[in-house]
């Protein structure tokens, strides 16, 4: 779930809350008012009703004794209207929705009217003083029995308002549950949120931003792990860029120890070369105001010659070196008899093998083609019969050229002391020299496997302590042979 | 998962012993209480017989000791002796102590009917309706519902008490009495009423018009010092109220044991002709008053002006079942 989402969803769940607080309040005071409002109707429906039941009771009372007294008989009809509107009453008040103890007392005086009317009417019949005694004592009874009840339907009547404020209490008491609860609800959810909120959103910020201080100093940004938000994604993307960034830096540290050592090693080699060179001038100055032979000099030219080409060399490689790291090592590709190539630069290293009493060895495949730089790979077997020669003195090298199924493969071979294992691992690498070896920037097997993978290929060594090393160039075999081969 | 902070751990164990201590909170268990009442062996005490067989009065904690009397006024008059707390009596034993001067309350009826008190004529005497009860010896209970259900009878047929010979005596010894054709009728209430008539027994004549009410009465002072146990007493005898409204067929299983004597068709007639309820209602103020005026006029000495309406104490009933009380309240005295 997004950030957005978790912070909005509490929200919207604390206005539902609180609309329904508000709508509960709503309805609970509707029902109550209409509540009261029907009760109350229908209470004084009642208490009007009982009260005209009174008022007829008193009336058919005062009409029966007066008739009795006087004996006029115009207060007979009177009582006969009296009792219908009692009785229209009393199906009146019975069709209501009483319940007990009305129910139980209108029930009571429903009974009652039969034999009430049936006294009155003996009573009103009645012509001689025993009967109208004995009548009289029969309607006494029962009127002031009905009397009674009605007094209780009336009390009853009364007493419904305790039972329609004890509804309302009763009602009130449910709905303010009802709310209470609502409200400690809201108040949770409000402190769930914030407390959501303080955890979930405020503290992995702060811990970010604590982080991200510190990256300068080498920390990391740490990663929220299981968060698939908005702060998850943040947190994933500044570990990255973190990441990047601390390897980027080590890069700079180690191109800058790379660019120290450079310097330092290439000004050393440089040096020597042009100390020579410089003391071989002086040389030569002084033997000219000597009047040296021209032998002599020429001797001291040669030397000035050799100086300045292992200068141009040095300077050639360290210029190499440059390129390749800049990734701007330029190959001009063609068709290339490999075989002559060969043949060409080990006829012109013979005087360096001899200088190093090594025997040279030639096996080579006739018309090996290859799609190469010449020049480059002339630079590459230049290089590995100069370590050769330099590392296997009076050793045999072998150079072998030929083809197999999908690669062309040059092998120069020696069987020299072998390199030492300390050495092994860092042989390729830029600057990399073997203990006690001849003067040199160590850049030469490191530029060889360079222009060697800039043709798509790979250098491999085997060497053996007291066995003698071999290189092996692995290029990709030209599939078409050139019209016309440089070689 | 992470575990939870000390502080919402203290939280919610505060929650969860708040919660339990409201759940545990409840009424402390009441000590159990006496209360001694007495009462006729008679149908109209329904709602007793089934507190006791349904254990209610257990159930209030309240360890009720029960006398059976062979009037309800007998019953009356061991309350008046401090012998009880109650007595199940009917209006007019209480009405006749009332004008002696007896300081007396009703705590609440507990039941009315009609039809239930009357003259059991002996068939053999030639009476065939009230008018021709003059002069003829009838057995009547002094100071007994049998009393004014005779002098109802007199009045319905123009007869006054004075026209009859009235021979004084209790209910078993009228049957007798009657039985044995000493008494030309008696006066009588049920069960003894609907025993001695029937079929090849005396008839039964009986005033439409007389209704009788039993009621649970004590000595004001008592029942005010007792008002704990009245209150327990009160309410059980309204839990029999709410069991016998849900189930009627209680009424019939309650009594039938208690009164094997009684055909089916007889414990039926009760039970028709009579409500057990408890309540204090205008009914019964008028029932009371008319009593005593009754009373007053066959000459009962009466000790001073009595109010009937003071007679009635709808307090403890009031609290327990207000619907049950529809007694108008009388104005508010002023202070003396």
């Known amino acids: 779930m997004s950030l957005a989402r978790k912070l909005v969803l509490p929200q919207v769940l604390i206005l539902g809350l609180i609309a329904a607080l508000a709508a509960t309040q709503w309805l609970v005071s509707r029902h109550e008012r209409r509540q009261l409002e029907d009760s109350t109707r229908r209470l004084q429906q009642t208490g009007l009703r009982i009260q005209r039941l009174a008022q007829l009771f008193a009336d058919t009372e005062r009409d029966l004794l007066s008739e009795v007294t006087t004996r006029q008989d115009v207060l007979t009809r009177r009582i006969r209207v ?69 007094a209780d339907l009336s009390a009853d009547n009364l007493k419904g308002v305790d039972r329609i404020l004890a509804q309302v209490a009763s009602t009130r008491r449910r709905s303010d549950l009802l709310l209470f609860t609502l409200t400690v609800i809201c108040a949770l959810t409000v402190a769930a949120t914030a407390l959501y909120v303080l955890r979930g959103v405020v503290a992995p910020v702060v811990r970010l931003t604590a982080a991200s201080q510190t990256v300068g100093d080498g920390g990391s940004v740490p990663l929220l792990a299981g968060r698939r938000d908005e702060l998850g994604a943040l947190s994933r993307v500044l570990a990255g860029t973190t990441e990047r960034l601390v390897a980027t830096n080590a890069e700079l540290q180690e191109a800058l120890a790379l660019r120290e050592r450079f310097l330092s090693i290439a000004a050393h080699e440089l040096r020597t070369p042009l100390t ?35 200068l141009s060399q040095l300077v050639g490689e360290l210029l190499d070196v440059t390129r390749i790291q800049r990734g701007r090592l330029d190959l001009h590709v063609e068709p290339v008899r490999l075989d002559h190539l060969v043949q060409e630069v080990c006829d012109r290293c013979a005087a360096l093998l001899d200088a190093g009493q090594n025997r040279l060895t030639l096996d080579l495949e006739g018309e090996v083609l290859c799609q190469a730089d010449p020049s480059r790979m002339d630079q590459v077997l230049v290089n590995l019969l100069g370590n050769a020669a330099r590392h296997a003195r009076g050793s045999a090298i072998t150079v072998r050229l030929w083809n197999s199924a999908h690669e062309t493969l040059l092998e120069v071979r020696d069987s020299g002391p072998g390199i030492p294992e300390t050495v092994r691992s860092r042989l390729f690498e830029p600057f990399a020299r073997a203990p006690g070896a001849a003067p040199g920037l160590g850049l030469g097997l490191y530029i060889s496997r360079e222009i060697v993978e800039a043709h798509g290929g790979r250098i491999d060594m085997m060497t053996a302590r007291g066995e003698g090393t071999a290189f092996t160039v692995h290029l990709p075999r030209a599939l078409q042979a050139p019209s016309a081969a440089t070689g | 998962m992470r575990a939870p902070r000390p502080a919402a751990r203290a939280l919610a164990l505060g929650l969860v012993l708040l919660l339990a201590a409201l759940v545990g909170c409840d009424q402390p268990p009441e000590t159990e209480l006496g209360f001694r009442v007495g009462y006729p062996d008679i149908p109209s ?108 009878v007199l009045a319905e047929s123009g007869l006054e008490p ?97 009164f094997p004597q009684l055909a089916e068709a007889q414990l039926a007639t009760i039970v028709s002709h009579s409500r057990f309820e408890l309540g204090l209602s205008n009914l019964l103020l008028s029932t009371l008053r008319q009593e005593g005026a009754w009373l007053e006029q066959r000459g009962e000495p009466r000790a001073e002006r009595i109010r009937f309406r003071d007679v009635l104490a709808p307090g403890l009933l009031e609290e327990l079942a207000p619907e049950s009380v529809t007694l108008l309240r009388p104005p508010e005295r002023p202070p003396p």
């Open chain 1, 82 to 150: 009296s009792n219908e509107e009692i009785d229209l009453l009393l199906d009146e008040l019975s069709r209501g929705d009483a319940v007990a103890p009305a129910r139980t007392l209108l029930e009571d005086l429903r009974r009652l009217r039969g034999p009430l009317v049936e006294a009155q009417r003996a009573l009103l019949g009645a012509r001689d003083p025993a009967r109208t005694r004995s009548g009289f004592v029969r309607w006494w009874f029962l009127d002031q029995r009905a009397n009674a009840v009605l």
């Open chain 1, 276 to 310: 020579s060179l410089s003391l071989q001038l002086a040389l030569i100055q002084r033997r000219i105001e000597q009047g040296a032979d021209r032998e002599t000099l020429r001797a001291n030219g040669e030397s000035l010659v050799r100086q300045a080409h292992r």
């Open chain 2, 45 to 152: 005490t329904l709602l007793l017989y089934v507190a006791q067989d349904q254990r209610l009065f257990e159930a209030e904690h309240l360890r009720v000791e029960s006398k059976v009397y062979a009037t309800g006024r007998e019953a009356l008059a061991a309350a008046i002796a401090g012998e009880l707390d109650a007595a199940a009596v009917y209006s007019t034993p209480l009405v006749l102590a009332a004008m002696h001067g007896e300081d007396l309350v009703v705590l609440s009826t507990l039941h009315r009917s009609d039809g239930l008190t009357g003259l059991a004529v002996n068939p053999q005497a030639g009476i065939r309706t009230a008018a021709d009860l003059r002069g003829r010896p009838i057995g009547v209970t002094p100071g007994t519902s049998s009393q004014l259900a005779l002098d109802v």
């Open chain 2, 162 to 258: 004075g026209d009859v010979r009235a021979v004084p005596g209790q209910p078993r010894d009228l049957m007798a009495a009657l039985e044995a054709g000493e008494l030309d009728a008696a006066s009588l209430w049920v069960p003894n009423l609907l025993l001695a008539t029937g079929p090849g027994k005396a008839r039964l004549l009986a005033s439409e018009v007389y209704a009788e009410m039993s009621m649970l009465a004590g000595m004001r002072a008592r029942i005010e010092s007792r008002r704990m146990e009245s209150r327990r007493f009160l309410r059980a005898l309204l839990r029999a109220q709410d069991l016998i409204r849900r189930r009627p067929q209680l009424i019939e299983s309650t009594l039938r044991p208690r």
